[in-house]
């Protein structure tokens, strides 16, 4: 099983460069998410779907896109990265709504903006 | 929406030792509690969570305790092992959808 996968790992990026960072799970969840995390800051919400076709924003959704297409991949996109961009990046998905319903996070993408 | 803070920002003890880990939140609708270990290069795995309707939630050496009028929750670790260091994280889920997390506390365990 292998969970919630990101690519890539590691990226450099230009200002103004676009990418798509790939979060894909197999375990048939409803509800993706996208955080980034800061030094001293935690993680915060970027955006999340509830289901195929369903996003919304999160905490800081601004320079960031998503759409879910399918139920197991859910793309973040950097139209044109900026240096404030500079993050580590994780997705997260559980099963549905429910109210005790556990996270499972990918293994990060540590994204650099120079 | 909510706001989550959370101390202290580091934590170092002796193996054996117990660690205590705080946290506070703002809105009284936040009604779910997760806790989780992040360990290097990794991402967060939760290790134990509680809902607003218990007090207090025990999973062999790791509990937690909410307290709802004060709006604060803890993370207590006994006898810890130096494999529990890490970075641990608390967070508060306001509405089913979104999750708000502290700034973490980095555990270092002492052999």
Redesign the interface.
């Known amino acids: 099983n292998a969970g919630?996968t990101q690519t890539p790992k590691f990226q450099v990026l230009k200002t103004g460069q676009s990418m798509t960072l790939q979060c894909a799970q197999d375990m048939n969840h409803e509800?993706m998410?996208w955080?980034r995390q800061d030094p001293?800051?935690?993680?915060?919400?970027i955006h999340?779907s509830?289901g195929a076709g369903i996003t919304?924003q999160?905490?800081v959704p601004n320079g960031y896109n998503v759409s879910r297409s399918t139920t197991e991949d859910f793309p973040l996109r950097l139209l044109s990265a900026a240096p404030s961009q500079t993050s580590v990046y994780?997705c997260?998905s559980r099963p549905d709504?429910g109210?005790?319903t556990?996270?499972f996070?990918?293994?990060?993408t540590r994204l650099t903006v120079v | 929406g909510e706001n989550v803070e959370q101390h202290p920002s580091t934590l170092s003890v002796q193996e054996g030792d117990s660690a205590v880990i705080k946290c506070t939140y703002s809105d009284s609708a936040s009604n779910y509690f997760p806790w989780y270990k992040q360990e290097l290069g990794k991402g967060p795995q939760l290790i134990i969570d509680i809902r607003s309707n218990v007090g207090e939630k025990k999973d062999q050496r790791i509990a937690v305790t909410l307290n709802k009028t004060a709006k604060h929750f803890s993370l207590h670790i006994t006898e810890t092992q130096p494999e529990d260091s890490a970075v641990y994280f608390c967070a508060a889920r306001y509405n089913f959808n979104k999750f708000y997390f502290g700034s973490g506390t980095k555990l270092n365990v002492k052999p």
């Open positions: 919630v509800y998410s955080y001293g800051m935690g993680l915060r919400l999340y509830v919304d999160g905490e994780f997260a709504r109210e005790n556990e996270a996070f990918g293994q990060g």
